[in-house]
């Protein structure tokens, strides 16, 4: 996709020249890059001229990591690709390459970038203007194209696939861990490029633990059972929750928490339409969970962005600024935890679209009707 990458970076260079003008840019969080010129190796930074410079983009790879890039030396859709000798710091070779083109500022991301990198900039080239770069990269990335929405629907179809034979096969018995294990193992088997965020499998006690990390208990009857995984492609990962029930009929109290749960996702989803409030989204979804008197059970969001990372923005919290706008992939998640009895949470990955054009186009469909397996 080097065409679509040298757009990006296009469209990101003209934002920036508009606030500083003549600065080349130096991108070194590892979505960003990947986003702006595709795959590269751990510790890579892209150098972005600007638009008067004439030497051009550059991707600057650690002594040891050409490998990765096979086939990619030289010019890649105006992305010069500069292996580095030795031990290198690629932080100072774009310092010597700022210089060289004789720039008078250097825009990085000071949000990423560390302490001591940033001062060894700054030492290495004392006549370059360091600013900050900011969100930049990150502001223009929350709107996803087409193709990047279609890598979010296979990495769903993947994810969806890899839960649906899981709840076919035998569960009591079987420890959260080797669940989990094993749920990792059929999203790369289904073509999954391994998973989008840590695979959650908690039952009983357990189940509805936000961030549940899988432990040697054992799935007995009678126990809720919550899952939380997706898949990566192409570098875009998706989410799924699903609570589900051990056994042939869940007691009164589940049914109950499940449903509250369902309704209080059910508004979120609803509610994600193009020009909503953050804020409001979230508020759809809680003030159902707070009127039943769970309000302190819910978590500080209710959903988050996905893309080339899950947690990106936007964030769907009560104190979040600022509106959707089509084409904006975000989980709706909320979940209530009850101590010493288990709880429920249900998440699904939606991308914001007009009401004209459908509504809220849900990516992962895997059934949220409560079954008891």
């Known amino acids: 996709m080097p065409e679509v990458h040298q757009a990006r970076r296009s469209r990101l260079r003209a934002r920036v020249e508009a606030a500083d003008d003549g600065a080349m840019l130096l991108v070194s969080r590892p979505a960003n890059i990947r986003y702006l010129a595709g795959s590269a190796p751990t510790g890579a930074l892209l150098l972005m001229a600007s638009a008067t410079a004439a030497g051009g983009d550059v991707l600057l ?39 060289g083109e004789g720039v008078a500022a250097l825009a990085v991301e000071e949000h990423h970038l560390t302490v001591a990198r940033h001062r060894a900039l700054a030492d290495a ?14 502001q223009q990335r929350l709107v996803k194209d087409e193709g990047e929405i279609a890598a979010l629907r296979i990495a769903a179809e993947i994810t969806d696939r890899a839960l649906g034979e899981l709840l076919e096969s035998i569960l009591v018995g079987r420890t959260e861990r080797h669940l989990a294990l094993e749920l990792d193992r059929r999203l790369v088997d289904h073509g999954a490029e391994g998973p989008a965020l840590p695979t959650s499998v908690a039952a009983g006690p357990h189940a509805g633990l936000a961030g549940h990390r899988p432990t040697e208990r054992r799935v007995e009857e009678g126990d809720f059972l919550s899952v939380r995984l997706g898949a990566r492609f192409h570098g875009y990962g998706c989410c799924i929750g699903r609570t589900f029930v051990i056994g042939s009929a869940p007691d009164d109290w589940q049914l109950e928490l499940y449903d509250l749960v369902f309704s209080a996702q059910r508004a979120g989803r609803e509610a994600l339409v193009p020009g909503a409030e953050y804020r409001e989204v979230d508020r759809a979804a809680r003030r159902v969970i707070a ?20 947690g990106e923005d936007p964030r769907l919290s009560p104190a979040a600024m600022g509106r959707l706008t089509p084409c904006v992939p975000v989980t709706v998640e909320p979940g209530v935890h009850l101590p010493g009895r288990g709880g429920v949470r249900i998440d699904d990955t939606l991308v914001v679209r007009s009401l004209a054009d459908g509504g809220p186009e849900l990516l992962t469909i895997t059934t949220k009707e409560l079954l008891a397996l």
């Open 61 to 99: 790879v650690p002594y040891g990591a050409a490998q990765e890039l096979v086939g990619r030396q030289g010019d890649d859709g105006g992305l010069r690709v500069l292996p580095l000798d030795g031990g290198a710091d690629p932080v100072l070779a774009a310092a010597s390459l700022a210089t």
């Open 291 to 310: 009127g039943a008197g769970h309000g302190e059970a819910l978590g500080p969001l209710t959903g988050r962005g996905v893309g080339l990372e899950i």
């Open 125 to 138: 080239a004392p006549r370059l203007r360091l600013s900050d770069l900011g969100c930049a990269v990150e």
